[in-house]
């Protein structure tokens, strides 16, 4: 017979697992599943915010927004009380649990209490909604679909970071063309595309969010015995192909967003999109930093100044062929990295690993390190590429000042570290097993600030 502190270590091991794949769906969805763990997606898909923007898109009037400003603090009300309740029972479960010492059961009983959860959450979401359709004239209930289109995009899509994702694949584009500042006449052009963009991407999220739902369910049913892996396995490819579906829409507007803006518009709108898409490639090096760095001094001569501009932009050059060879290659990687997690957490659910780990022939390193193919990933040819262009260009600009220049300027220190480690090292999926659960589920709960054009309806 398995002795209780087997036990429990099986038990933690499993629902580490089930925490990992439910981080690795990446979806609100999945946030609010697994509130059960952390307690931190016990929060409404509304907040004063969201009513702001409800209040401006369907352009209601002062005794219109006071009512409905009620309307949200009663929503408000009760909605805490709810999410209180849940989570008092979900700590006496856990609580219980533990002093019983059946850990194996606490993934099971944390992914049914989340799953009632949301239905809970989902009901009194709904219900709010009704009462505010109460308010509406006519004609504001003509505009009351489009509201909730945009609504659910936001509620979908935000957090555009979360681990899981696919590059692109959770970027609004509503709120990527704010931040290229616009003329309004050039607002007025591409008006119809964005309104065919969120008519068009509405479905493709419902269709993930749902499949996503699916397999959180199905993940239940695995661990009580009701279902087995190869279902679990069909259904995150059904994930993994409604993730491609929403990412390809955003891919395919981006570049139709383009076709109606002046061609630097275009560019700064598809550079957005690729930093945001590939945050990790994208963000600045050392390089970067030391050219504003020596900027500052104020002491540069011309003809330094123009040896500089000249640097940087043969840099700026050299770091986006590496950059786009970078994105291409983890785009038609990740979907592969996902599998290769996918398996590695199925496999410890099932509490092989947890077995091995006793044996001292597994554990956390066995989990969360590489796996097959990360030593000969060709990614790690480009980081060394880029990191190695980091320096050079560096010791070019070194060379260019004065000792007084220097001291008051001295160059960056190299980091250390390999590819992955390394200041540019990319939004990999295995940076995703490495981080700490809990941690990652607290940064899960927040919503994302859109800015003014998203106000204004879609």
Known sequence: MMSNSMNRAIGRWVCTAVACASLMLGSAVASAQMGGFGGANFRPALNSG??????????????????????????RETYEQASRDAQD???????????????????????????????RSEALVQSFFSDVQ??????????????????????????????GALAGENIDLFDLVDRIELEDEEYDRIDPVLEAYAIELDPALSNRDRAVQDMMNLSSALLEGKSTIEDLESKFKAVQRSRVQVRDVNDRYVQHLGSHLPPEKAQALERAYRQQSFRGIYSPT?????????????TLSDPQKSALEMIERDFRSQTDQINRQLAELQKKREL??????????????????????MRGEGGPGAFFGGGPGAQ???????????????????????????PEQLAAAPKPERRRG?????????????????????????????????????????
């Not at 009513?51 to 002062?62: F, G, Q, Y």
């Not at 050392?286 to 001094?297: C, I, L």
């Not at 996918?342 to 780990?357: H, K, N, P, V």
């Not at 859109?450 to 204004?456: D, L, Q, S």
Request: proline share 1%.
């Open 89 to 119: 029972r979900m700590r006496d479960m856990f609580r219980e649990a533990r002093e019983s010492g059946q850990f194996q059961n606490m993934a099971s009983m944390g992914l049914n209490t989340g799953r009632e959860w949301q239905k």
């Open 336 to 357: 592969e990295d996902q599998q290769r997690f996918f398996e590695r957490i199925t496999a410890m659910a099932q509490g092989a690993m947890g077995q091995q780990r």
């Open 134 to 163: 109460t308010v509406l004239t006519k004609e504001q209930q003509g505009h009351w679909d489009r509201y909730q289109r945009e609504w659910r995009r936001r509620n979908s899509m935000r957090g555009g970071g979360q681990p």
């Open 286 to 298: 050392r390089a970067d930093g030391y050219f504003e760095t020596v900027r500052r001094t104020g």
């Open 50 to 75: 969201e009513i702001d923007r409800m209040i401006e898109s369907l352009a209601m009037d002062a005794d219109q927004a006071d009512l409905v400003r009620s309307l949200f603090a009663g929503f």
């Open 376 to 402: 000969d990933d060709p990614r790690q040819t480009l980081f060394q590429q880029k990191e190695d262009l980091v320096e050079s260009t560096l010791n070019t600009v070194v060379a260019l000042l004065t």
């Open 418 to 458: 390999g590819w992955r480690g390394a200041e540019d090292g990319g939004r990999q999926f295995d940076r995703l097993e490495r981080l700490n659960v809990e941690q990652r589920m607290r940064e899960r709960g927040g919503q994302t600030d859109e800015g003014g054009r998203n106000r204004r309806g879609n």
